[in-house]
């Protein structure tokens, strides 16, 4: 887990240590800028990313921001990551004009990496979730009707379409005792002498 949250990090963080001798320090100062976060909009938070000048401009001048096209400091990419402290600063400020679905939409038809900055609550509600159906609602054998989680990743074969809750302690004892080679008297034998347990002994104990 540690090898793996290392390479996480340092792929986006490695930065100018990634030359032998190193360059200049760790730590990408765009990624690391106090800006670089969701933004608050008129009425939430969005998360959105614009680098390039074709998604740049047209985002800053919806904040009124025509300048950005000819102003030395933001008119290139080289530009912006030299400002970027202002750069952001000024992006985090003119989301603040419209509404979270107004810019989602804006980005949207500008080809604007962005999305809704969700709640533990409003992420129950995401529509995409919904449609993909990551999320559903079932019945449950005991417990009435529940939300479930469905698998997130999923293969050309073999895949789970079928919702299963999970099995009550002991439910399965005999079948895979069965499965593992047991005769059905020494499964007998087991659930007698205490080593194995059956669902009903289990809702017993």
């Not at 950005?68 to 000024?90: I, S």
């Not at 969700?118 to 417990?143: F, K, Q, Y």
Request: net charge negative; with cysteine; glycine share 6%.
């Amino acid at each position: 887990m540690f090898e793996n949250m290392v390479t996480q990090v340092l792929t986006e963080q490695l930065y100018l240590r990634t030359f032998v001798p190193p360059l200049g320090p760790a730590g990408d100062p765009r990624l690391l800028n106090e800006f670089y976060a969701p933004s608050k909009t008129a009425d939430g938070y969005v998360c959105l990313t614009a680098n390039t000048n074709a998604q740049v401009f047209p985002l800053m001048a919806e904040m009124g921001r025509l300048d950005f096209a000819t102003d030395p400091r933001f008119n290139t990419v080289a530009a912006r990551f030299a400002n970027v402290h202002e750069y952001y600063r000024l992006r985090t400020e003119g989301l603040l004009q419209h509404t979270t679905a107004h810019w989602l939409e804006f980005c949207a038809r500008h080809d604007i990496p962005a999305a809704p900055y969700h709640t533990l609550d409003s992420l129950l509600d995401d529509p995409h979730l919904r449609e993909v159906g990551l999320l559903r609602e079932v019945e449950h054998p005991t417990e009435g009707r529940i939300v479930d989680i469905m698998p997130a990743n999923t293969v050309s074969v073999g895949n789970r379409t079928e919702w299963l809750p999970a099995p009550r302690r002991g439910e399965h004892t005999e079948s895979i005792l069965a499965e593992a080679g047991y005769d059905t008297t020494k499964i007998a034998e087991l659930i007698e002498s205490g080593a194995a347990m059956t669902a009903v002994q289990a809702e017993m104990a």
